[in-house]
Every structure is written in structure tokens, then in C-alpha cells.
């Protein structure tokens, strides 16, 4: 199963744990592969860096190095305009699409709101966790 994760996803995982920190490690054991692109993986860094209690380089690093090596990271060839409210949002569309992922795993309104685009299911960390049944 391939799955995008949103930022958000990445940033309550690490800081307040939960059913994102859960997926996270699911993801980690191997249980899904993770799609991701350049786009995402800068998003991702950037919010870690300034988000209000930042990471340290080193644990920013380690996760970077963690995504390369395990995540299969796309360059997407097409441009989607699903997502009007908030278009920066359409980024984990596109590399869902790129990546043909079953699932993209958000904590998002504007995603949420979309439910299912060409097959990609967008789903909450508790929803997906669900779907795995690793959660009642």
C-alpha cells in the first residue's frame, strides 16, 4: 500500500503523539510505503524548523535522512486544482497521483472535504488506522 502523508501528520507524530505518532510508526515497521516528493519533503522541513517548538537540526536531519531511505519520492508530471480554498494543498494530490498512492492521511479540512479523488482515498490518521485495523 502506498500512502501520502501530510505535513501535519509528521509535526503532531513527533510533538504530541497520538494516532499520527501511530502511523508514523506504522510506517516505520514497514506496514505502508511512503510517497512523497521534493515539495513536500521542503514543506515538511521548513515547518519543523520554524513550527513554535522546533526540532533540533540534528532530529530534523535524522527524519530527512529516514524519508529518503524509506519513502519513494516522485516528481510530479501533473498539475491538479482540486483544492481552491487553500491551492498549496494540491501539492499532496499531485504526488499521490505521481505516486499512485492508495491514501493520502491528513488532519486538513481542505483535504478531508475531498474525500476520494481518482481512487486516492483521503483519509484521518484515526480513519486510516482503522482501515488497517489497528484501531477501534
Known amino acids: 500500500m502506498k500512502v501520502v502523508l501530510d505535513t501535519n501528520i509528521f509535526v503532531s507524530g513527533v510533538h504530541w503523539g497520538g494516532a499520527s505518532e501511530r502511523v508514523l510508526q506504522e510506517w516505520s515497521s514497514g506496514k505502508f510505503t511512503l510517497i512523497s516528493s521534493l515539495p513536500l519533503v521542503e514543506e515538511l522541513f521548513r515547518v519543523l524548523k520554524n513550527f513554535r517548538i522546533p526540532l533540533k537540526t540534528e532530529k530534523i536531519e535524522l527524519l530527512e535522512n529516514i524519508?529518503?531511505?524509506?519513502?519513494?519520492?516522485?516528481?510530479?508530471?501533473?498539475?491538479?486544482?482540486?483544492?481552491?480554498?487553500?491551492?498549496?494543498?494540491?501539492?499532496?494530490?499531485?504526488?499521490?497521483?505521481?505516486?499512485?498512492?492508495?491514501?493520502?492521511?491528513?488532519?486538513?479540512?481542505?483535504?478531508?472535504?475531498?474525500?476520494?479523488f481518482r481512487d486516492v482515498k483521503i483519509a484521518t490518521p484515526k480513519e486510516f488506522l482503522e482501515m488497517l485495523n489497528l484501531e477501534k
Do not use: M, R, W
Not at 519520492?73 to 499532496?92: A, G, L, M, R, S
Open 67 to 116: 524519508i529518503f531511505e524509506k519513502s519513494i519520492i516522485v516528481v510530479p508530471t501533473e498539475k491538479v486544482d482540486i483544492i481552491k480554498d487553500d491551492p498549496d494543498d494540491n501539492k499532496f494530490i499531485e504526488a499521490a497521483l505521481e505516486g499512485k498512492a492508495d491514501y493520502i492521511v491528513s488532519q486538513d479540512k481542505h483535504l478531508l472535504d475531498v474525500k476520494v
